[in-house]
């Protein structure tokens, strides 16, 4: 089973930085493509990064240009690092795996989240 933890979240100021990691146990996160989610309160949980078993990112127009996301083969570890982060970046963060080989857009497999707070 694939099991996925979070950690790095907290309070920060507007402007400050966060790196968010997300070990990855049961699986090797070469064969998976790996999101990162956020929901803030009343808002639905959007897609904020990801990066496929090929390398390829994605992020959202929100984060352009503030937010990289990396991977680390040897940790089976994914990363979120946040720069300049603004009171709209507040939420709960979410890692999520899926295989590069499903059919599925969906993510069968989610950490438990990590708070992400900025302060004005």
């Known amino acids: 089973q694939v099991q996925l933890v979070e950690s790095g979240g907290g309070l920060v100021h507007t402007g400050g930085s966060v790196r968010l990691s997300c070990v990855v146990s049961g699986r090797t996160i070469s064969n998976y493509r790996m999101g990162w989610f956020r929901q803030a309160p009343g808002m639905e949980r959007e897609l904020v990064s990801h990066?496929?078993?090929?390398?390829?990112?994605y992020y959202a127009d929100s984060v352009k240009g503030r937010f990289t996301i990396s991977r680390d083969h040897a940790k089976n570890t994914v990363y979120l690092q946040m720069n300049n982060l603004k009171p709209e970046d507040t939420a709960v963060y979410y890692c999520?795996?899926?295989?590069?080989?499903?059919?599925?857009?969906?993510?069968?497999?989610w950490g438990q989240g990590t708070q992400v707070t900025v302060s004005s």
């Open positions: 999520a795996a899926r295989s590069s080989t499903s059919g599925s857009t969906l993510y069968p497999y």
């Open positions: 990066i496929t078993s090929g390398g390829m990112t």
